[in-house]
């Protein structure tokens, strides 16, 4: 059985390379375009790993990242922020969030296909 892996992004170049990428390494991919279409989305699936933006319109990776640690039945799920962001401020903010690990945009396929095969161990 496939690992499904949630991606939350409001670029639709970066969903669809995304799920090239993931699907190419045979990840069932499901999308959501910010994050209050992520949280509904996770509503009807559980995800292995969840792949969000930080920069969205509605609801923002942050607060996306914050109400998904919020639900019991997804507070082990992994979650990846993938964006253009590096400060350090806003890693640490993911990181307090909830967030497992941060990729800087744009991505390698291959070292994001890595890293979501090692979390989703």
Do not use: Y
Not at 24 to 48: K, M, R
Not at 84 to 102: F, L, N, P, V, Y
Request: proline share 4%; charged share 25%.
């Amino acid at each position: 059985m496939n690992k499904v892996v949630l991606t939350v992004d409001d670029s639709r170049t970066m969903r669809d390379m995304l799920r090239l990428a993931l699907s190419d390494a045979s990840f069932e991919v499901v999308q959501a375009v910010d994050g209050i279409h992520g949280l509904e989305v996770l509503s009807q699936t559980h995800p292995d790993v969840i792949i969000t933006d930080i920069n969205m319109p509605n609801l923002d990776g942050f607060g996306f990242i914050e109400a998904v640690r919020q639900d019991a039945r997804l507070k082990s799920t992994p979650i990846l922020v993938l964006t253009t962001e590096s400060d350090a401020d806003k890693k640490q903010r993911a990181r307090s969030a909830g967030a497992t690990g941060w990729i800087v945009k744009p991505f390698d396929p291959v070292k994001l296909v890595d890293a979501v095969r090692r979390v989703a161990a």
